[in-house]
């Protein structure tokens, strides 16, 4: 089983949509929960971290299930500028971060 | 906004030579990593440095990578004798405090090998 695993996409949405993208871990000691951002070619930009009581920042929340390893993003009114790849990164018993592959999100007009 | 800053941006060497891949981290963080993606896959973790030495390291890293810290400001990854497989996007991160806390990435320094 892969440390991360996402659904690779692409999610095609009109702008104004709301999508949700998820992933799994492997590892049960995992202690932190991170989404991050890839623009093509540019480095991972931290969107948020993700909390067992779920967090919400403007259109984004995030949800942690512990017992099922399982984590999500949602984006609500979807902007052109949200296309991107995010990316579901998580760490274990150490502080090295493990990505997953990403899930890749095309925003159109 | 303070930021994580890395020289250069690209590098092109041929097969053999030693490159030395620049990062000049937040200025009060504490903990420092290299990270790399090859073109087409996942982000994969090389190494962590904190109070001057390595934390934890990959397989990835071995006997041809080295990091140093050698001033207050600059932290650097060597490789030592390239290889085709080494081209990759390099990326340098930093964070304040140990355990939870986020880390910040550099724009990435693109290596070529040829």
């Known amino acids: 089983r892969k440390e991360v695993e996402q659904d690779p996409g692409p999610f095609n949405v009109p702008e104004g949509a709301t999508v949700a993208f998820n992933c799994t871990y492997s590892n049960s000691a995992s202690q932190s929960f991170f989404w991050y951002r890839q623009d093509c070619r540019k480095e991972p930009k931290l969107l948020m971290s993700v909390y067992s009581s779920g967090n919400e920042d403007g259109r984004f929340t995030a949800q942690l299930n512990r017992a099922s390893q399982y984590i999500s993003l949602l984006i609500r009114d979807s902007k052109l500028s949200d296309s991107a790849t995010y990316l579901c990164?998580?760490?274990?018993?150490?502080?090295?971060?493990?990505f997953g592959t990403g899930t890749r999100l095309q925003v159109f007009p | 906004e303070p930021e994580v800053t890395q020289t250069p941006s690209h590098q092109v060497t041929q097969m053999g030579q030693e490159v030395i891949l620049r990062c000049v981290p937040i200025s009060n963080h504490l903990y420092f990593y290299w990270y790399r993606q090859i073109l087409g896959q996942k982000v994969e973790f090389l190494v962590s440095f904190y109070n001057n030495e390595i934390s934890e390291k990959s397989e990835i890293f071995d006997d041809q990578f080295s990091v140093e810290r050698p001033d207050g400001s600059n932290f650097t990854l060597k490789i030592r004798s390239t290889k085709l497989e080494d081209s990759a996007m390099y990326f340098c991160?930093?964070?304040?405090?140990?355990?939870?806390?986020?880390?910040?990435f550099g724009p990435g320094t693109r290596l070529t090998v040829t």
């Open positions: 991160a930093s964070k304040f405090t140990t355990n939870v806390g986020e880390q910040y």
């Open positions: 990164v998580v760490n274990g018993n150490t502080d090295k971060l493990i």
